[in-house]
């Protein structure tokens, strides 16, 4: 049986769509008769990231991750983030027979968010980081153009899904709100655009899911905003199907699997008109994309909750898997069986 080894700095006990997404890859590609080993942070020491105290950097070195890979002896390396783990993991898969990378994050507009370093030098340091695989994997056909445009290539789709029996309609309130109920679940984190979407006169309720490094600050200052705090599984599943509208403010994320989410729990999704919800949308009925957010919260008070999960219907986790593998396949050149990919 081929293995696969995917070295990230994003895992478990973070929540986020990277770990989300290789979460689901793990277990739909055992379907596909490939082993999967995971290098995270979990097998190191760790420190917390400056001013993003629940992520967990590894303080891993050459060595260890070199020894690491050798030890596991994988058949295929995918690199899924850029940080320590990922850095150190290219290295030392030079020795063995390269790897494959995916552009998950877009580092360059969230340093740049916090810190006065141009884009332009973070994309620099992306670009070759990614240009040295033998294929870099994305989530859109939008996101694929994009990064083509700045000089990255080699360049596969491999997109995201939805478990669409977790996230349904059918979900009893945990609590009441005045109607409409205006949703957003995400990162409280400045990368995230939150603030455009709690400063938005509406009517009705805002509920608002997640953590973050801004949530404190949050939930000071708009005292009217119901904050949950991060939840998952079912009690994540309740709180989609509360909602009347989904708001999504960001315009940094390569995809948004609470898009999905939403979708899948019959409600409608307000977004700006930019890479995710371009390509999760389109020209379908399930929302609205508009540079004026307030104006596409609204419009989406008349749309259906049954558009809306016809959408997700449109996106499975095992079809992503099936992407995965023939994208590694091409980047290594290897032949595709029906059960998987051969040595």
Known sequence: MPKLLIATDAWRPQINGVVRS????????????????????????????????????????????ARRIAQSAPDFIQIATEGPIGMLARRA????????SSYHTRFPEYVSARLPIP?????????RFHNSARGCFVATES???????KGFTKLHIWSRGVDTDLFNPGHAAPFELPGPVFLHVGRMAVEKNVETF?????????LVVG?????????????????????????????????D??????????FGLVLLEALASGVPVAAYPVTGPTDIIGDSRAG??????????????????????????????????????DALHASYGLPVSESGISR
């Open 22 to 65: 290789i979460e689901h890859l793990v277990r739909d590609l055992e379907a596909f008769g490939i082993e999967v080993d995971i290098l995270s942070p979990a097998e190191f020491r760790t420190l917390p990231m400056p001013g993003y105290p629940e992520i967990r950097l590894a303080l891993a070195t050459p060595g260890q991750i």
């Open 245 to 254: 509208v989904f708001v999504f403010p960001s315009r940094t994320d390569t």
């Open 288 to 325: 609205i994309l508009d540079e004026d957010l307030r104006s596409a919260a609204l419009a989406c008070l008349d749309l259906s909750g049954s558009d809306a999960r016809a959408r997700a219907l449109d996106f499975s986790w095992q079809a992503c898997a099936r992407q995965f593998v």
């Open 143 to 149: 996101l694929r153009r994009e990064l083509a445009g």
């Open 198 to 206: 709690l400063k938005m006169e509406l009517p009705g309720s805002k």
């Open 211 to 243: 953590d973050g490094p801004q949530l404190a600050y949050f939930r000071d200052r708009y005292p009217e905003v119901v904050f949950t705090g991060a939840k998952s599984g079912r009690e994540l599943a309740e709180l989609y199907a509360m909602g």
């Open 93 to 100: 898969a030079a020795k063995h027979n390269g790897y494959t």
């Open 119 to 127: 884009e332009s030098w973070m994309y620099a340091i992306m670009r």
